[in-house]
């Protein structure tokens, strides 16, 4: 789905609110954290190939977007994940692990029944948090160097395309859209990394730099067949630098506060944008889905946006669900839908 395109567009009745998940999820056995997705996350939500970090090193996000890189390679080191030119053990492994998660999808959608073309959701670092992560020989982060932040960028960009391709013929064809997670967005743009001493920290990289990367891995992605790209800075962090990316979703928490703390969602709205509003609490507690998507229409309707703008609005948990039992996910998810369903009752009948 390009930028601006709602996401019900050419439909009547009322606005199509969806949800979906960050992408981490607890366990060892992708099989059954996929059955789970695909069940919990049926159409017209977004269900995901899911990260597994529990299965050790090579299941984390670090690992899973070396990957997909082209030409370039990450091995574990006692300082964190080493760049290199040869993959080594921690590679192939890595590697191997990604294409037996993508044939575990490939099963699952091929087995199931019925009617549902709705699309698959992938999630990796983006380019800035990944140069970030990712150690030179040296055991400096690739961030500090010009030339290794390029050639991370160049080479995610270079190898997403693939990604894409796999995670699309294993869905049987269905749409796919790329989550990129930037945790470390704004300590890149503020300099506040520490160097491999810890005594200092890293210059600060240029706003312009950093948003040319991401976009140059955002429309790779695209070019690549993919649906739509989302992209998740900071928590509280401004997001305007991952929407001049031309990103076409922005992954945020919803404001909890007043129509003001409000305005800059009205604002990337207006400009077009999906929003993915982090509305659900880590573990689901009590609130209710009627309670939270009251509230969440009061504040749609505070700052003038419209009920039909709605369609470009996907329900996620504030955090990833790494650290619950599956008891505990399942909770969060059916909340998830049961929110976003709530809301467009609660705009239809407003």
């Known amino acids: 789905m390009s930028r601006g395109e709602s996401t019900g567009a ?16 607890p366990g060892t056995d992708v099989l059954e954290a996929v059955t789970l997705l695909r069940g919990e996350l049926g159409a017209p939500h977004l269900s995901f190939l899911p990260v597994l970090p529990d299965r050790g090193p090579v299941a984390g996000p670090v690992a899973r977007t070396a990957a997909v890189l082209e030409e370039l390679h990450a091995d574990r080191q006692p300082h964190g994940w080493r760049v290199s030119g040869t993959p080594g053990k921690d590679s192939r492994a890595a590697r191997a692990l990604l294409g037996s998660d993508v044939n575990v999808l490939a099963d699952v959608v091929g087995a199931e029944t019925g009617p549902d073309d709705t699309p ?34 160049a080479s995610l960009a270079a190898g997403i395309g693939e990604h894409v391709r796999a ?60 649906a739509g790209v989302a ?93 619950l039992d599956p008891a505990g996910v399942r909770a969060v998810l059916a909340l998830v839908t049961a929110t976003a369903e709530a809301l467009a009752r609660t705009a239809a009948e407003a």
């Open 10 to 25: 050419g439909h009547d009745g009322p606005p199509r609110v969806t949800g979906t998940a960050l992408g981490v999820l």
């Open 120 to 153: 698959v959701k992938t999630q990796l670092l983006g380019p800035v948090s990944l140069a970030a992560e990712l150690h030179l020989h040296a055991g400096e982060r690739a961030v500090r160097d010009h030339g290794a932040r390029r050639d991370v960028a």
């Open 167 to 226: 995670v699309a013929a294993a869905a049987a064809g269905r749409d796919v859209v790329v989550q990129l997670d930037e945790p470390l967005l704004d300590r890149v743009l503020a300099g506040s990394l520490p160097t491999a001493s810890g005594l200092r920290t890293l210059r600060a990289v240029p706003a312009a730099e950093a948003r040319a990367a991401l976009a140059l891995v955002v429309e790779a992605a695209r070019s690549a067949g993919a």
């Open 231 to 323: 992209v998740r800075p900071p928590a509280g962090t401004d997001p305007r630098t991952a929407a001049e990316a031309g990103a076409d979703a922005l992954v945020l928490d919803a404001p909890a506060g007043s129509a003001r703390e409000w305005e800059p969602v009205a604002a990337l709205v207006e400009a077009g944008l999906e929003l993915w509003l982090g509305a659900v609490p880590v573990p689901a507690g009590t609130g209710g889905a009627r309670a939270a998507a009251a509230g969440l229409w009061r504040s749609w309707r505070d700052v003038g946006l419209p009920a039909a703008a709605l369609d470009r609005v996907r329900i996620t948990p504030r955090a990833e669900l790494g650290a």
